[in-house]
């Protein structure tokens, strides 16, 4: 079962900007969902439209196979979510400021410290938050996002301006949230490099469209797609003519010849193949094309 599923969302802003496109995303029940583009490409404005912080114009939207319009408020029971900054009274304790949050969720107040110990903060004790890091304030907006048992975390940019150290923390409260909680995630971040190391699925979005969407296994296949194989030679025509009819793709830049990736054993064959026509190699290199090279090729116009 799809924890989200939204269809064809379409949003102007009032001055008649487009801000998304017939935008369609599906969010796998117990996955880690990676919502990605570059700053300003809708991320922000599609997280409003799916929690109801922004009136929908076009679309639908689903979660948990339920329609959002006629059980809103059951469904938001279920959801917990972090959009922008978090809200921290910075005067009062971690514990005080989950008080408050509790009696407007009704849940237990032994959830209180239950969360915390989640999220990391149980030993702040009498610690005032005005005195948290950003890495600590942001784990505890997250604890305020949990503490009524979501099955669905929304969460934007949670790795926004944190250092190194505190972006291998979150990464790691994120995954145990998924592995050990069960809790489906739905995280937008513009940083690649970091959000693959923590999703399943991903979504690409750029200037209002989604670009992409699928397993992160899918996207790594692209990722070796867009590998290639280089061939230095003293005379790229004749190595063209030669391989040519069984690489259809291959083409000649300069005393390069340029192939898809190739395995081991078929790179080896194929200098051999050169050889034997007299023609000489002076080298051989792989080209690995990143999953950040990707998400920059196809957000760039």
Not at 64 to 73: L, N, T, V, Y
Request: charged share 20%.
């Amino acid at each position: 079962m799809n924890s989200i599923e939204a269809q064809h969302l379409t949003h102007r802003f009032a001055n008649g900007d487009l801000a998304l496109d017939d935008v369609s995303l599906r969010v796998k029940e117990g996955s880690i969902y990676g919502f990605l583009g570059p700053n300003g490409a809708g991320k922000t404005t599609t997280l409003r439209l799916l929690l109801g912080l922004l009136k929908k114009q076009k679309g639908h939207i689903q979660f948990f196979g339920q329609d959002f319009a006629a059980k809103r408020i059951e469904i938001l029971r279920q959801i917990g979510s972090l959009i922008e900054s978090p809200s921290i009274y910075s005067h009062l304790t971690a514990t005080e400021n989950l008080l408050l949050w509790q009696k407007l969720y009704q849940c237990p107040k032994n959830r209180i410290p239950e969360v915390l110990r989640l999220v990391g903060l149980g030993d702040t004790g009498h610690k005032k938050t005005g005195q948290f890091s950003l890495g600590m304030k942001q784990r505890l907006a997250i604890a305020v996002a949990l503490l009524h048992s979501p099955q669905l975390l929304i969460l934007d940019e949670p790795t926004n301006g944190l250092d190194p150290h505190g972006m291998v923390e979150m990464r790691e409260l994120l995954k145990a949230l998924n592995q050990q909680q069960g809790i489906t995630l739905l995280i937008s971040s513009h940083l690649l490099a970091e959000i693959e190391k923590l999703v399943t699925d991903v979504g690409i979005i750029h200037r209002g469209q989604l670009l992409f969407e699928g397993s992160l296994q899918a996207l790594h296949q692209k990722q070796q797609e867009a590998s290639s194989l280089v061939f230095v030679v003293n005379d790229p025509t004749a190595a063209l003519a030669l391989i040519q009819p069984v690489f259809p793709s291959v083409r000649a830049e300069s005393d390069r010849i340029l192939l898809p990736s190739l395995a081991q054993t078929d790179i080896a064959r194929l200098n051999q193949q050169f050889v034997n026509q007299g023609i000489d190699v002076y080298g051989i290199q792989t080209t690995q094309s990143d999953l950040e090279s990707i998400f920059m090729t196809m957000t760039n116009d």
